[in-house]
């Protein structure tokens, strides 16, 4: 395998691009899986292990260019390694069984369609740091780093926290859903989407390399318009939801 670094950014360009273009298009198009599932596009499978294939696909990926890649690796690219592993595992393995997704079915396309995209944002992290980077010790001194590893952290809290108090919602009638008070959600419909979106955005500022930014913008351009449709759900599904609330950035989205 050998493509130099002009080449990878030259295709993130584009893949950033796409990203860019399919934002205000998914505004449109709600991905039927979850409270918005339906039976449309056609055939389904377990919405737990399809959630289980699909992420699963991004830490696979990314640790097989990583850690195939020869010679030494900057203890940097470790850390960032480290990192998307430490979201990726508890994504693919941890997540989809703490859930309340038992005889819920997410359809096939949205799966293969979700396949895609992590291969394509874990192989280019991937390669990046198991091929082209050449971080040093000193990066760790760098303000990038710091204000990326802070949000980062900080995303990855209030994803986690967001997540564990919606699966806690429901407990003792999983099948009916309430509004969500609170934290982070008196003020947003989706704290979970904000967490991730900082998480990401945190990642890129901290590698500061573009597959980093390309997954942090596919990251915006899928989370962005998936809050908007649960906002919009939980306004149509509730006459008592808040009014103020928006549905991922407080005070403005």
């Known amino acids: 395998m050998d493509i130099s670094i002009v080449q990878l950014n030259t295709f993130m360009y584009a893949w950033i691009g796409l990203a860019i273009v399919i934002l205000p298009i998914q505004f449109f198009i709600t991905a039927p899986y979850g409270r918005h599932y339906n039976t449309a596009w056609g055939k389904s499978m377990s919405n737990r292990w399809g959630w289980v294939i699909m992420e699963a696909v991004s830490i696979i990926g990314l640790s097989i260019l990583f850690l195939g890649a020869p010679g030494e690796k900057s203890l940097f690219a470790w850390v960032a390694y480290g990192l998307w592993a430490l979201h990726y595992v508890y994504r693919s393995f941890i997540f989809p069984f703490r859930t309340r997704t038992k005889d819920k079915f997410i359809p096939i396309g949205i799966v293969a369609s979700a396949i895609f995209f ?15 980077e050449t971080y040093t010790n000193d990066w760790f001194f760098d303000l990038r780093f710091i204000i990326g590893i802070i949000l980062f952290i900080t995303g990855m809290l209030i994803n986690f926290f967001a997540d564990n108090y919606l699966i806690h919602l429901r407990n003792g009638n999983p099948n009916v859903y309430l509004i969500p008070r609170g934290g982070l959600f008196e003020y947003i419909s989706c704290p979970n989407h904000f967490g991730e979106i900082l998480e990401w955005i945190g990642f ?12 942090a913008v596919w990251t915006v351009a899928n989370l962005v318009p998936r809050a908007w449709s649960h906002h919009k759900w939980y306004r149509k599904t509730f006459s008592d939801y808040p009014e103020k609330r928006k549905a991922i950035f407080p005070g403005f989205l």
């Open 204 to 215: 890129a500022i901290m590698c500061w390399n573009l597959p980093a930014l390309g997954f």
């Open 118 to 132: 992590n291969l394509i944002n874990a192989g280019t992290n991937g390669y990046y740091l198991g091929y082209l």
